[in-house]
């Protein structure tokens, strides 16, 4: 069961194209958003669609693919955790995100 403490799966479709860092490690981040879409009627019988966005970010191998293969519009599978972090902006805000960290990835669609 510890393996479904924190786990999130998302099928949605790119925003824009990833954003690639490659860091002075060596290693390679990649960022993206997804919309994930939920339809239902509402009272009156109207089909509401209800999108919500999702920050994510890969490393490693699932980085590189993503790097390769993966552009916007494209739908996707996701898995991941769960990730919150705080940051200062250049206002000295602090900002709070939360992130899907992606371990696989599975390309739908054409």
């Known amino acids: ?26 290693k390679t981040l990649v960022k993206f958003a997804i919309a994930t ?14 999108t919500q966005w999702h920050n994510v970010v890969a490393w490693g191998k699932t980085a590189q693919i993503i790097e390769k293969y993966v552009t916007k519009g494209k739908e996707v ?14 206002d000295g805000n602090k900002r709070y995100i939360t992130e899907v960290v992606c371990n696989e990835l599975l390309m739908l669609g054409k």
Do not use: C, F
């Open 77 to 90: 599978a996701i898995e991941g955790k769960l990730t919150s972090r705080s940051y200062d902006d250049k």
């Open 37 to 50: 879409n939920e339809s239902y009627k509402n009272a009156s019988g109207e089909k509401i669609t209800d």
């Open 1 to 26: 069961m510890n393996s479904l403490r924190n786990k999130v799966q998302l099928i949605g479709n790119l925003g824009n194209d990833p954003e690639i860092i490659n860091l002075d490690s060596g």
